[in-house]
């Protein structure tokens, strides 16, 4: 079974500085999807990029990136410039190619301090 | 364009009461999904529906039952409300099967205490 593991049940960091939040997970799938999803305070579901297992180019979006390591399983996001809107609960998620069935970490909580 | 939207935002019920989540979406999309949220633990899959007249289980189905009402509307039912089951709950849905044809959009949620 895929499982996704975030073991960052927290982080903060200062206002304009970097901060790289860690994802692993776990599949013997050869194609496959990569998410993050951002959660403010608002409850809201938001994607903030994807990654496709067969493109070993990283997905960036404006200040967010990935490090997409497929032999480590690894999938961590980067956010650059941090902003105070940036607090949020940051969800990695994966999908299998064929499955139809979305897989969440149990999140981060990210604070972003002035 | 409403997107995706759920119906009621709050509800409180006592254990042993039943109640329906609404959700509709606009977008003309196939598939729709019930997801619930626990802290500590992400979003878990209840249940889903690839396309009309479909649902299949998810990671978390027991004390659940769903209705693929027609294409638009997808709604999760809870015949005996357990305090297990106090939660945010989160619909969503996508124009294919699968994430090649795009990612989920959302609801905004419904949070769901059981006393």
């Known amino acids: 079974a895929q499982t996704v593991t975030q073991s960052q049940p927290e982080m903060s960091v200062q206002e304009a500085e970097t901060v790289t939040l860690s994802c692993t997970y776990d599949?013997?799938?050869?194609?496959?999807?990569l998410f993050w999803y951002k959660q403010p305070p608002s409850r809201q579901m938001i994607l903030v990029i994807r990654q496709e297992a067969y493109k070993q180019q990283n997905a960036t979006e404006n200040r967010f990136s990935v490090n997409f390591q497929k032999a480590a399983k690894s999938f961590s996001l980067k956010i650059s410039d941090s902003q105070l809107g940036d607090t949020a609960m940051y969800f990695c998620a994966f999908e299998g190619g064929n499955t139809g069935k979305l897989i969440f970490g149990q999140g981060t909580t990210l604070q972003v301090k002035p | 364009n409403a997107g995706v939207t759920q119906t009621p935002k709050f509800q409180v019920l006592k254990t042993g009461q039943s109640m329906t989540l609404q959700c509709a979406q606009d977008m003309n999309h196939n598939s729709m999904y019930w997801y619930r949220q626990d802290p500590g633990m992400g979003l878990r899959l209840i249940y889903y529906s690839a396309s009309e007249g479909t649902t299949d289980k998810g990671e978390v189905p027991n004390g659940y039952n769903v209705s693929r009402l027609n294409k638009r509307e997808f709604s999760l039912r809870l015949e005996s409300a357990a305090p297990s089951q106090t939660s945010v709950y989160f619909c969503?849905?996508?124009?294919?099967?699968?994430?090649?044809?795009?990612?989920?959009?959302f609801g905004n949620g419904t949070r769901l205490t059981v006393t």
């Open positions: 969503a849905s996508r124009p294919g099967r699968t994430a090649y044809s795009s990612p989920l959009h």
């Open positions: 599949t013997s799938e050869s194609n496959y999807y």
